[in-house]
């Protein structure tokens, strides 16, 4: 038996079976997904945890950020672009004027830009 679509297209009955199971095994990577997206949560996890640092929002509650520090590649001369990202989670949403704390030094800084999404996170501006 040949299967066939319009005219100058036909399969075998074997190939469309195999394209036929190609399919439905996609439908059934929903484990693999599951397992793979459980993954990347507990890489996220590992990350927060290894590099977070407990801030303040406007004397608040301390809530877990990732503080990135480096040089402002469109003007070296411009200095350091300081950069912190919360969980969206977290529903965290600071904006520009805001006092940002971090805990263990006591040290406070302004928030001068954002809040913008970052891969699932948000974040700001320093």
């Known amino acids: 038996m040949v299967l066939q679509g319009d005219k100058s297209h036909s399969l075998p009955e074997e190939r469309a079976r195999s394209i036929v199971a190609e399919n ?10 599951n397992e793979f997206d459980q993954a990347m949560a507990e890489a996220d996890d590992t990350i ?4 977070g640092v407990m801030v303040k929002v406007n004397g ?28 969206t989670s977290d ?21 001068t830009s954002g809040p913008y999404p970052d891969g699932g996170n948000i974040q700001v501006i320093l």
Do not use: H
């Not at 439905?24 to 484990?31: E, K, P, V």
């Not at 927060?48 to 590099?51: G, I, M, N």
């Not at 411009?78 to 919360?86: D, E, H, M, N």
């Not at 965290?92 to 928030?111: A, I, N």
């Open 24 to 33: 439905l095994g996609c439908l059934r990577m929903s484990t693999f997904d």
């Open 48 to 51: 927060w945890s290894a590099f």
């Open 60 to 87: 608040g509650e301390a809530i877990q950020a990732v503080y990135d520090e480096s040089l402002n590649e469109f003007d070296a001369m411009a200095g350091l672009v300081r950069k912190l990202s919360f969980k």
């Open 91 to 111: 529903g965290v949403r600071p904006r520009k004027g805001d006092k940002v704390e971090f805990v263990s030094t006591g040290r406070t800084l302004t928030v």
